[in-house]
Protein backbone atom coordinates (compact mmCIF):
# COMPACT_ATOMS: atom_id res chain seq x y z
CA UNK A 1 0.00 0.00 0.00
CA UNK A 2 0.85 3.72 -0.72
CA UNK A 3 2.07 5.79 2.07
CA UNK A 4 -0.26 8.96 2.87
CA UNK A 5 1.61 11.26 0.65
CA UNK A 6 2.06 8.93 -2.40
CA UNK A 7 -1.75 8.12 -1.92
CA UNK A 8 -2.87 11.84 -1.67
CA UNK A 9 -1.07 12.33 -5.14
CA UNK A 10 -2.90 9.93 -6.68
CA UNK A 11 -6.15 11.16 -5.72
CA UNK A 12 -5.44 13.46 -9.01
CA UNK A 13 -6.41 11.19 -11.73
CA UNK A 14 -3.47 11.17 -14.42
CA UNK A 15 -2.73 9.58 -18.12
CA UNK A 16 0.61 9.28 -18.97
CA UNK A 17 3.37 7.08 -20.51
CA UNK A 18 4.66 4.81 -18.04
CA UNK A 19 8.04 5.27 -16.67
CA UNK A 20 10.42 2.49 -14.91
CA UNK A 21 11.01 2.63 -11.95
CA UNK A 22 8.15 4.61 -10.94
CA UNK A 23 7.62 4.37 -7.06
CA UNK A 24 3.59 5.12 -7.76
CA UNK A 25 3.19 2.04 -9.88
CA UNK A 26 3.90 0.19 -6.72
CA UNK A 27 4.45 -3.37 -7.26
CA UNK A 28 4.30 -2.70 -11.38
CA UNK A 29 6.99 -0.80 -11.14
CA UNK A 30 9.30 -3.08 -13.26
CA UNK A 31 7.11 -3.85 -15.71
CA UNK A 32 6.77 -0.18 -18.11
CA UNK A 33 8.68 -0.59 -21.62
CA UNK A 34 8.96 -3.23 -24.07
CA UNK A 35 10.00 -7.12 -23.40
CA UNK A 36 11.06 -9.81 -26.17
CA UNK A 37 12.48 -12.99 -26.69
CA UNK A 38 15.98 -11.80 -27.33
CA UNK A 39 17.02 -14.59 -29.53
CA UNK A 40 14.35 -14.25 -32.41
CA UNK A 41 15.38 -17.94 -33.86
CA UNK A 42 15.21 -19.71 -30.49
CA UNK A 43 13.03 -18.21 -28.45
CA UNK A 44 12.29 -19.25 -24.93
CA UNK A 45 8.59 -19.29 -25.33
CA UNK A 46 6.55 -22.51 -24.69
CA UNK A 47 3.14 -24.25 -24.28
CA UNK A 48 0.71 -26.83 -24.43
CA UNK A 49 -2.90 -27.04 -24.87
CA UNK A 50 -5.65 -30.13 -25.25
CA UNK A 51 -8.23 -29.31 -27.97
CA UNK A 52 -11.22 -31.38 -28.63
CA UNK A 53 -10.64 -33.36 -31.54
CA UNK A 54 -12.41 -36.53 -33.27
CA UNK A 55 -10.77 -39.72 -33.45
CA UNK A 56 -10.79 -43.51 -33.92
CA UNK A 57 -13.46 -45.18 -31.82
CA UNK A 58 -12.97 -45.90 -28.13
CA UNK A 59 -10.88 -47.67 -27.28
CA UNK A 60 -8.69 -47.03 -29.70
CA UNK A 61 -9.68 -43.18 -29.71
CA UNK A 62 -8.94 -40.47 -27.56
CA UNK A 63 -11.14 -37.52 -29.12
CA UNK A 64 -8.74 -34.56 -28.13
CA UNK A 65 -5.02 -33.68 -29.75
CA UNK A 66 -2.36 -32.80 -27.63
CA UNK A 67 -0.51 -29.90 -29.18
CA UNK A 68 2.82 -28.07 -28.32
CA UNK A 69 4.38 -24.96 -29.34
CA UNK A 70 7.29 -22.75 -29.54
CA UNK A 71 6.57 -19.18 -29.98
CA UNK A 72 8.55 -16.00 -29.43
CA UNK A 73 6.53 -13.01 -27.80
CA UNK A 74 6.59 -9.13 -27.55
CA UNK A 75 4.94 -8.15 -24.16
CA UNK A 76 4.51 -4.32 -24.51
CA UNK A 77 3.69 -2.16 -21.00
CA UNK A 78 3.04 1.22 -22.60
CA UNK A 79 0.30 3.98 -20.65
CA UNK A 80 0.04 4.40 -16.53
CA UNK A 81 -3.27 5.25 -15.62
CA UNK A 82 -3.00 7.07 -11.97
CA UNK A 83 -5.53 7.63 -9.56
CA UNK A 84 -8.84 6.00 -10.74
CA UNK A 85 -10.98 6.39 -8.18
CA UNK A 86 -13.75 3.89 -7.06
CA UNK A 87 -16.59 6.14 -5.12
CA UNK A 88 -17.94 4.30 -1.61
CA UNK A 89 -19.47 5.07 1.61
CA UNK A 90 -18.37 3.80 4.85
CA UNK A 91 -21.29 3.37 7.58
CA UNK A 92 -19.73 4.33 10.64
CA UNK A 93 -21.03 4.53 14.02
CA UNK A 94 -20.71 8.38 13.86
CA UNK A 95 -23.00 8.48 10.41
CA UNK A 96 -22.17 7.75 6.75
CA UNK A 97 -18.74 9.59 5.33
CA UNK A 98 -16.90 9.02 1.88
CA UNK A 99 -14.44 5.97 1.10
CA UNK A 100 -12.77 6.53 -2.02
CA UNK A 101 -10.57 3.73 -3.28
CA UNK A 102 -7.79 4.93 -5.73
CA UNK A 103 -6.55 2.58 -8.53
CA UNK A 104 -2.83 2.60 -10.85
CA UNK A 105 -3.51 0.99 -13.97
CA UNK A 106 -0.73 0.00 -16.39
CA UNK A 107 -1.90 -1.52 -19.83
CA UNK A 108 -0.25 -4.37 -21.49
CA UNK A 109 -0.61 -5.54 -25.01
CA UNK A 110 0.89 -9.24 -25.53
CA UNK A 111 1.64 -10.59 -29.13
CA UNK A 112 2.85 -14.25 -29.40
CA UNK A 113 3.88 -15.71 -32.98
CA UNK A 114 4.53 -19.26 -33.93
CA UNK A 115 8.33 -20.26 -34.09
CA UNK A 116 7.26 -24.17 -34.64
CA UNK A 117 4.65 -27.00 -33.76
CA UNK A 118 4.06 -30.04 -33.27
CA UNK A 119 0.93 -32.52 -31.82
CA UNK A 120 -0.52 -35.84 -31.50
CA UNK A 121 -2.45 -37.63 -32.45
CA UNK A 122 -2.24 -35.69 -35.92
CA UNK A 123 -5.21 -33.34 -37.26
CA UNK A 124 -3.95 -34.27 -40.46
CA UNK A 125 -1.90 -35.83 -43.02
CA UNK A 126 0.54 -33.18 -42.79
CA UNK A 127 0.03 -30.62 -39.85
CA UNK A 128 2.16 -28.12 -42.23
CA UNK A 129 -1.03 -27.35 -43.93
CA UNK A 130 -2.03 -25.73 -41.14
CA UNK A 131 -1.25 -22.02 -41.91
CA UNK A 132 -1.25 -21.79 -37.54
CA UNK A 133 1.91 -23.95 -38.14
CA UNK A 134 3.61 -21.74 -40.18
CA UNK A 135 6.61 -19.98 -38.80
CA UNK A 136 5.42 -16.51 -37.57
CA UNK A 137 1.79 -17.10 -37.89
CA UNK A 138 0.02 -15.06 -35.32
CA UNK A 139 -1.57 -17.60 -32.18
CA UNK A 140 -2.34 -15.65 -29.54
CA UNK A 141 -3.02 -11.37 -28.96
CA UNK A 142 -3.61 -9.89 -25.60
CA UNK A 143 -4.72 -6.59 -24.62
CA UNK A 144 -5.30 -5.82 -20.94
CA UNK A 145 -4.56 -3.82 -17.87
CA UNK A 146 -2.59 -4.79 -14.68
CA UNK A 147 -3.85 -2.73 -11.73
CA UNK A 148 -2.34 -1.41 -8.40
CA UNK A 149 -5.13 -0.73 -5.73
CA UNK A 150 -3.29 1.98 -3.07
CA UNK A 151 -5.68 1.87 -0.91
CA UNK A 152 -8.96 0.27 0.97
CA UNK A 153 -7.93 -2.86 -0.29
CA UNK A 154 -10.26 -5.86 0.82
CA UNK A 155 -9.18 -9.58 2.22
CA UNK A 156 -5.62 -8.42 1.62
CA UNK A 157 -6.13 -8.11 -2.47
CA UNK A 158 -3.78 -5.40 -4.04
CA UNK A 159 -3.17 -6.64 -7.11
CA UNK A 160 -5.18 -7.81 -10.70
CA UNK A 161 -4.46 -8.02 -13.79
CA UNK A 162 -8.02 -7.63 -16.83
CA UNK A 163 -7.23 -9.52 -19.96
CA UNK A 164 -9.58 -9.97 -23.09
CA UNK A 165 -8.53 -12.66 -25.91
CA UNK A 166 -10.06 -12.88 -29.03
CA UNK A 167 -11.28 -16.09 -29.00
CA UNK A 168 -14.09 -14.47 -26.87
CA UNK A 169 -12.80 -15.06 -23.67
CA UNK A 170 -11.96 -12.00 -20.92
CA UNK A 171 -10.30 -12.97 -17.12
CA UNK A 172 -9.97 -11.22 -14.17
CA UNK A 173 -7.25 -12.25 -11.74
CA UNK A 174 -6.38 -10.89 -8.06
CA UNK A 175 -3.52 -11.05 -5.90
CA UNK A 176 -2.26 -10.24 -2.85
CA UNK A 177 1.39 -8.33 -2.87
CA UNK A 178 3.53 -8.64 0.06
CA UNK A 179 6.60 -7.06 -0.17
CA UNK A 180 8.07 -8.24 2.39
CA UNK A 181 7.88 -11.86 1.06
CA UNK A 182 7.14 -11.11 -2.96
CA UNK A 183 11.08 -8.81 -3.05
CA UNK A 184 13.60 -11.35 -2.31
CA UNK A 185 17.22 -11.77 -3.25
CA UNK A 186 18.11 -14.27 -6.06
CA UNK A 187 16.39 -16.20 -8.73
CA UNK A 188 13.13 -17.65 -8.06
CA UNK A 189 12.26 -21.15 -7.07
CA UNK A 190 10.07 -21.87 -9.88
CA UNK A 191 7.32 -24.44 -8.29
CA UNK A 192 6.43 -28.05 -9.88
CA UNK A 193 3.21 -28.17 -12.21
CA UNK A 194 1.10 -30.76 -12.60
CA UNK A 195 0.61 -31.16 -16.51
CA UNK A 196 -2.02 -33.82 -16.69
CA UNK A 197 -6.04 -33.21 -16.68
CA UNK A 198 -8.17 -33.00 -13.76
CA UNK A 199 -10.20 -36.06 -13.50
CA UNK A 200 -9.30 -38.90 -15.56
CA UNK A 201 -7.84 -41.87 -13.76
CA UNK A 202 -10.16 -44.68 -12.41
CA UNK A 203 -9.12 -47.60 -10.05
CA UNK A 204 -6.94 -50.49 -11.64
CA UNK A 205 -9.39 -53.85 -11.46
CA UNK A 206 -6.92 -55.73 -9.96
CA UNK A 207 -6.20 -53.65 -6.29
CA UNK A 208 -8.38 -52.43 -3.69
CA UNK A 209 -6.90 -49.48 -1.79
CA UNK A 210 -3.88 -48.73 -0.92
CA UNK A 211 -1.42 -46.14 -3.38
CA UNK A 212 -1.59 -48.43 -6.18
CA UNK A 213 -5.08 -47.92 -6.60
CA UNK A 214 -5.17 -45.58 -9.00
CA UNK A 215 -3.62 -45.88 -12.56
CA UNK A 216 -0.12 -44.14 -12.98
CA UNK A 217 -0.83 -41.56 -15.49
CA UNK A 218 1.34 -42.85 -17.64
CA UNK A 219 -0.10 -46.57 -17.89
CA UNK A 220 -3.85 -44.90 -18.66
CA UNK A 221 -4.07 -45.46 -22.30
CA UNK A 222 -6.20 -42.06 -22.58
CA UNK A 223 -3.31 -40.51 -21.96
CA UNK A 224 -1.66 -41.81 -24.23
CA UNK A 225 -0.93 -37.60 -26.12
CA UNK A 226 0.77 -37.58 -23.02
CA UNK A 227 2.69 -40.35 -23.14
CA UNK A 228 4.08 -39.52 -26.57
CA UNK A 229 5.34 -36.00 -25.57
CA UNK A 230 6.99 -37.51 -22.05
CA UNK A 231 8.78 -40.08 -23.90
CA UNK A 232 9.61 -37.38 -26.99
CA UNK A 233 10.24 -34.32 -25.86
CA UNK A 234 9.60 -31.46 -28.16
CA UNK A 235 12.63 -29.29 -29.52
CA UNK A 236 10.82 -26.98 -31.78
CA UNK A 237 13.57 -25.07 -33.04
CA UNK A 238 16.38 -26.15 -30.69
CA UNK A 239 18.98 -28.42 -32.08
CA UNK A 240 18.46 -31.79 -30.87
CA UNK A 241 21.00 -33.08 -28.31
CA UNK A 242 21.89 -29.28 -26.84
CA UNK A 243 23.91 -29.60 -23.66
CA UNK A 244 21.62 -28.46 -21.09
CA UNK A 245 18.30 -28.79 -22.84
CA UNK A 246 16.09 -31.65 -22.38
CA UNK A 247 12.99 -30.56 -24.62
CA UNK A 248 9.64 -29.49 -23.64
CA UNK A 249 8.06 -32.25 -21.64
CA UNK A 250 4.06 -31.05 -21.25
CA UNK A 251 4.02 -33.68 -18.23
CA UNK A 252 6.68 -31.70 -16.36
CA UNK A 253 6.04 -27.87 -18.27
CA UNK A 254 7.85 -26.17 -15.87
CA UNK A 255 11.41 -27.68 -15.91
CA UNK A 256 12.21 -25.43 -19.18
CA UNK A 257 12.52 -21.99 -17.02
CA UNK A 258 14.87 -23.56 -14.79
CA UNK A 259 17.11 -24.22 -16.86
CA UNK A 260 16.37 -20.40 -18.48
CA UNK A 261 17.17 -18.51 -15.78
CA UNK A 262 20.13 -16.54 -15.01
CA UNK A 263 22.93 -17.52 -13.14
CA UNK A 264 21.90 -17.25 -9.63
CA UNK A 265 25.10 -14.70 -8.86
CA UNK A 266 23.96 -12.53 -11.64
CA UNK A 267 20.70 -12.05 -10.25
CA UNK A 268 20.56 -9.51 -7.28
CA UNK A 269 17.05 -9.27 -6.51
CA UNK A 270 13.38 -10.64 -7.45
CA UNK A 271 9.96 -9.38 -7.59
CA UNK A 272 6.94 -11.60 -7.78
CA UNK A 273 3.64 -10.98 -8.99
CA UNK A 274 1.25 -13.67 -8.28
CA UNK A 275 -2.46 -13.47 -9.78
CA UNK A 276 -5.17 -16.28 -9.65
CA UNK A 277 -8.77 -15.93 -10.85
CA UNK A 278 -10.01 -18.14 -7.84
CA UNK A 279 -8.58 -15.36 -5.43
CA UNK A 280 -12.34 -14.67 -5.06
CA UNK A 281 -15.63 -14.83 -5.80
CA UNK A 282 -15.67 -11.31 -8.02
CA UNK A 283 -12.63 -13.02 -9.69
CA UNK A 284 -13.07 -15.41 -13.01
CA UNK A 285 -13.45 -15.80 -16.67
CA UNK A 286 -16.25 -15.09 -18.52
CA UNK A 287 -16.50 -16.34 -22.65
CA UNK A 288 -18.55 -16.66 -25.19
CA UNK A 289 -20.71 -19.46 -25.55
CA UNK A 290 -19.46 -21.73 -28.42
CA UNK A 291 -16.67 -21.72 -26.00
CA UNK A 292 -18.65 -22.60 -22.84
CA UNK A 293 -20.11 -25.72 -24.86
CA UNK A 294 -16.90 -26.81 -26.20
CA UNK A 295 -13.95 -26.35 -23.81
CA UNK A 296 -15.06 -23.85 -21.60
CA UNK A 297 -11.75 -21.83 -19.57
CA UNK A 298 -12.56 -21.97 -15.93
CA UNK A 299 -9.98 -20.56 -14.17
CA UNK A 300 -5.99 -19.01 -14.55
CA UNK A 301 -3.29 -18.51 -12.57
CA UNK A 302 -0.46 -17.16 -13.74
CA UNK A 303 2.99 -16.00 -11.24
CA UNK A 304 5.30 -13.46 -12.97
CA UNK A 305 8.99 -13.09 -11.56
CA UNK A 306 10.72 -9.88 -12.40
CA UNK A 307 14.85 -10.24 -11.82
CA UNK A 308 17.18 -7.37 -11.52
CA UNK A 309 20.27 -8.41 -12.84
CA UNK A 310 23.93 -7.04 -11.52
CA UNK A 311 24.82 -5.66 -14.87
CA UNK A 312 23.78 -3.17 -17.39
CA UNK A 313 20.04 -2.67 -18.97
CA UNK A 314 18.16 -0.52 -20.64
CA UNK A 315 19.54 3.14 -20.59
CA UNK A 316 20.83 3.39 -16.54
CA UNK A 317 18.80 0.82 -15.40
CA UNK A 318 19.99 -2.67 -14.68
CA UNK A 319 19.74 -5.85 -16.77
CA UNK A 320 15.71 -6.64 -16.10
CA UNK A 321 15.06 -10.21 -17.04
CA UNK A 322 11.25 -11.84 -16.73
CA UNK A 323 9.83 -14.89 -16.41
CA UNK A 324 5.92 -16.22 -16.21
CA UNK A 325 4.03 -19.32 -15.64
CA UNK A 326 0.53 -19.27 -16.65
CA UNK A 327 -1.73 -22.65 -16.34
CA UNK A 328 -5.46 -21.73 -18.28
CA UNK A 329 -7.76 -24.84 -16.93
CA UNK A 330 -10.06 -25.54 -19.96
CA UNK A 331 -12.85 -28.05 -19.10
CA UNK A 332 -14.47 -30.17 -21.50
CA UNK A 333 -15.55 -34.22 -21.82
CA UNK A 334 -17.10 -35.86 -18.89
CA UNK A 335 -14.94 -36.87 -16.20
CA UNK A 336 -13.82 -40.67 -16.16
CA UNK A 337 -12.80 -40.92 -12.50
CA UNK A 338 -16.66 -40.80 -11.18
CA UNK A 339 -17.27 -37.80 -9.64
CA UNK A 340 -19.72 -35.09 -11.67
CA UNK A 341 -18.80 -32.52 -14.15
CA UNK A 342 -16.20 -32.41 -16.88
CA UNK A 343 -12.55 -32.98 -17.42
CA UNK A 344 -10.12 -29.86 -16.54
CA UNK A 345 -7.15 -29.57 -19.00
CA UNK A 346 -4.05 -27.57 -18.13
CA UNK A 347 -3.12 -25.07 -21.15
CA UNK A 348 0.40 -23.82 -19.64
CA UNK A 349 2.89 -21.51 -20.77
CA UNK A 350 6.20 -20.13 -20.06
CA UNK A 351 8.50 -17.94 -21.28
CA UNK A 352 12.19 -16.02 -20.51
CA UNK A 353 11.67 -12.39 -21.55
CA UNK A 354 14.05 -9.19 -21.19
CA UNK A 355 13.73 -6.10 -21.36
CA UNK A 356 14.60 -4.57 -24.13
CA UNK A 357 13.42 -0.67 -24.52
CA UNK A 358 11.45 2.00 -22.37
CA UNK A 359 8.30 3.83 -24.58
CA UNK A 360 10.18 6.87 -26.15
CA UNK A 361 8.45 10.21 -25.01
CA UNK A 362 7.42 10.40 -28.68
CA UNK A 363 5.51 7.25 -28.19
CA UNK A 364 1.74 8.08 -29.77
CA UNK A 365 0.22 7.35 -26.54
CA UNK A 366 -2.98 8.93 -25.33
CA UNK A 367 -2.47 11.04 -22.30
CA UNK A 368 -4.24 13.36 -20.05
CA UNK A 369 -2.86 16.16 -21.58
CA UNK A 370 -4.93 15.30 -25.02
CA UNK A 371 -8.50 15.13 -23.93
Not at 64 to 86: C, I, S, W
Not at 194 to 212: H, K
Not at 219 to 247: C, I, R
Request: glycine share 10%; hydrophobic share 40%.
Amino acid sequence: MLNAEAVSRAKTRHIEIAKPFDDELGPLKLLPGIWKNTNADVPFGWNCIALPFVTDPPPAGFNYRLMVNHYRETLQFFTADKGAPNRGIERGAGGPSDLDQFVVALDYQQLVEQVAVDEFPKSGPDLATDKLADPGAAIHHEPGLFLFMTNHTTDGINIARLGTVPHGDSLLAMGRFDAAADIFDGPPDIPAVNGFPEGVFVPRDDTAGGPDDLLKPLESLYMGPYKHFHDNPFFGTVPAGTPGFPGFNPVHPEELLRGAQPAPEKVKKTTRLDMTTSATEAAGILNIPFIVKHANATSMKSTFWIMELDEPGVGDEPKLVMQYLQVVMLDFFPRRDGIPGLIGWPHVSINTLEKVANVGDDAEVLTSDEY
